[in-house]
């Protein structure tokens, strides 16, 4: 089971891109990489999912390296209400069934 | 798209007492199910997960079990409530949204235990 590392905490200011950077050094050939979002007393959304190299969706775009170890979510001028906890998760596709696991998660905070 | 019902949204027990929590899913059919919990605000700890009726795996030894007598319905109870089993209980469904599978979360139950 890929475990994945993510920096604790991040901050930035409006309207700069941010680039939160995930590692998962033993992904599984059948893993997908998603990416979730959460706010206080809500339970996680998810923002883009991928398998290797780049996908872009109307809110952000994930990239992912050739040997697909790490994964890096961008989003494009943050706002204020980017402000959350942004998790990284490594797993299998639904027809493959399993358990899926979440690390500690980035906490963004987005600065006027 | 799917929809996760979870109840109750709060509630405060008292050690020793039992519990349940209910969670349903609307919009789709033979899902996963996950029961997570989340203390003091940050990480998901995964309890439990269910690939079918009857079919449950715990990932945490603790005094929480889970059923799912129904396709869309996951439950997760206790006998006695202990200090250490306050937090955020979340219920989450995948299937495979988009082709791939996404996660949805129910919008949690915040217990309190004193």
């Known amino acids: 089971l890929a475990k994945t590392t993510q920096p604790i905490s991040m901050d930035s200011y409006e309207g700069q891109e941010v680039n939160i950077t995930c590692s998962h050094n033993?992904?599984?050939?059948?893993?997908?990489i998603t990416w979730y979002q959460q706010f206080p007393s809500q339970g996680p959304r998810f923002i883009i999912q991928?398998?290797?190299t780049k996908v872009t969706n109307e809110v952000a775009s994930l990239f992912i390296p050739a040997d697909r170890k790490s994964s890096t979510l961008s989003l494009p001028r943050v706002s204020l209400s980017d402000t959350a906890v942004y998790y990284c998760?490594?797993?299998?596709?639904?027809?493959?069934?399993?358990?899926?696991?979440f690390g500690q998660g980035t906490e963004l905070s987005v600065k006027p | 798209s799917q929809t996760i019902h979870q109840w109750p949204a709060t509630l405060v027990q008292p050690v020793g007492s039992p519990l349940s929590l209910e969670c349903t899913v609307e919009?789709?059919?033979?899902?996963?199910l996950y029961w997570y919990r989340q203390a003091a605000g940050r990480g998901l700890q995964l309890l439990f997960y269910?690939?079918?009726?009857?079919?449950i795996s715990s990932e945490v030894p603790q005094n929480l079990s889970a059923s799912r007598p129904q396709d869309r319905q996951f439950i997760l109870s206790s006998k006695k409530l202990l200090l250490s089993d306050s937090g955020f209980y979340l219920c989450?469904?995948?299937?495979?949204?988009?082709?791939?599978?996404?996660?949805?979360f129910g919008e949690g139950s915040r217990l309190t235990v004193l």
């Open positions: 991928g398998y290797k």
């Open positions: 269910s690939v079918g009726i009857g079919q």
């Open positions: 919009g789709t059919s033979n899902p996963n």
């Open positions: 989450a469904s995948l299937t495979g949204g988009r082709g791939t599978g996404e996660l949805f």
């Open positions: 033993n992904i599984a050939t059948n893993d997908y």
């Open positions: 998760l490594v797993g299998a596709l639904y027809n493959q069934g399993g358990k899926l696991i």
